[in-house]
Nanobody, 124 residues
Framework: QVQLVESGGGLVQAGGSLRLSCAAS????????MGWFRQAPGKPREFVAA????????YYADSVKGRFTCSRDNAKNTVYLQMNSLKPEDTAVYYC?????????????????WGQGTQVTVSS
C-alpha cells in the first residue's frame, strides 16, 4: 500500500516562497514518476508539475513555469515543489500523486494514489 503525505503549505504574501514536501511510504517509489496538482475552490483539479522516476526530467504547467521547481530525493522517498514568486492565483490545496503506470502525466485520472493535500494561501 502506498501512502503520500504532503507538508509545507501555509499563508504567504504575494512574491514570497514556499517549499512543499511529499513523503511516500511503500515500495517502488523510485520506479514511478510523481506529480503535483492543485485545486482551488469551485475549480477542477489541475496539473502543476511532475518529475520523472530519476528526477532528470521535469514538466510544468505554463502558469507556473519559471517560478516552481519540482524535484525528488529517492533515498528519502520524498518529492518536493519549490514555489517562488507566488501569486494570489496560486492559492489552492496542493496534492502530490503517483501515476497508475510509471510515466508522468498531466491527467489526474491517470494517477491512482493521492495525498491528503496541503493548503497554500497567497495574500495580495
Amino acid at each position: 500500500q502506498v501512502q503520500l503525505v504532503e507538508s509545507g503549505g501555509g499563508l504567504v504574501q504575494a512574491g514570497g516562497s514556499l517549499r512543499l514536501s511529499c513523503a511516500a511510504s511503500g515500495r517502488s517509489f523510485s520506479s514511478y514518476a510523481m506529480g503535483w496538482f492543485r485545486q482551488a475552490p469551485g475549480k477542477p483539479r489541475e496539473f502543476v508539475a511532475a518529475v520523472s522516476w530519476s528526477g532528470g526530467v521535469t514538466y510544468y504547467a505554463d502558469s507556473v513555469k519559471g517560478r516552481f521547481t519540482c524535484s525528488r530525493d529517492n533515498a528519502k522517498n520524498t518529492v518536493y515543489l519549490q514555489m517562488n514568486s507566488l501569486k494570489p492565483e496560486d492559492t489552492a490545496v496542493y496534492y502530490c500523486a503517483r501515476p497508475r503506470i510509471g510515466a508522468p502525466s498531466y491527467v489526474p485520472d491517470e494517477y491512482d494514489y493521492w495525498g491528503q493535500g496541503t493548503q497554500v494561501t497567497v495574500s495580495s
